[in-house]
């Protein structure tokens, strides 16, 4: 569903903007009665398969979609979130409002690590490292996962250069991967990782011992189950950011309680 919408936009133009992450069904606007006229249009929007809804969302939360204004130059965002209305069925459903508090500010400045969205979930880790290795020699790729471990449609892909992912975020005549064009821009690197495979026994002191070799840990939260029990995942913060690059992007790890835990960046 589709809230708060400007009232010059119709169907077309707005179903434009969903057809690039997959087949919309249906694309429906009601229009308040005239005497609600400052009250904004609802849209609801319906793709064919369930996985397109989802990657949207997930590419949305760095990739947040427009929709222009009258006058041609600026731009109105649309924040994204799962349509829960009963009045509306379907096979996957997206509600959209409009609320500029909602769009997270991205820092655009060069980096030589990309962020990576709209991808196809079964792209793996040799298919991105061969697709961006068009524009520069790929130090590391890293696709983030979910708690169950299942991709979310995004990674973060490192190049040697600064100049080499600079040159790929640049170009916009990107093909296709797995029928899919990625989206790609800078993130800002932050200092916490999310951390993954430890044994549900190894405690937060554990933990902050084995990460303080990459710099220094400022806090370790446990993550848990709805039982109250620890789910072998916590999420570790640093001092300094280059401390977490750095430990995420390390090549190799020591055991922690007869297994190396898995590491990436946090969204």
Known sequence: MAQNLPSYLNAPALRKQFEQYGNVLDMRINYPPQRQVRKPPVA????????????????????PMFVPQLNGKNKRPLSLSPCLSTQVTGPAVTKIRTALSDIPKTDQRPRDTLYVGNLDFNTRVAELTAYFRQWGKVLKVVIVKDKLGQSKGV??????????????WEDEDRMPLRKRVPLVQFKQPTNTIDVTGLDPETTAQEIRAYFASWGEVKRVNLKKGEDGQPTGAAVVSFADTAEAVKCWDASSKPLLRDAIPNVRPSN
């Open 44 to 63: 609801y929007v319906t793709f064919k398969d369930h996985s397109d809804a989802r990657r949207l969302l997930e590419a949305h939360e760095f990739f």
């Open 155 to 168: 990674a973060f892909v490192r190049f040697e250069n600064v100049e080499d992912a600079v040159k790929c």
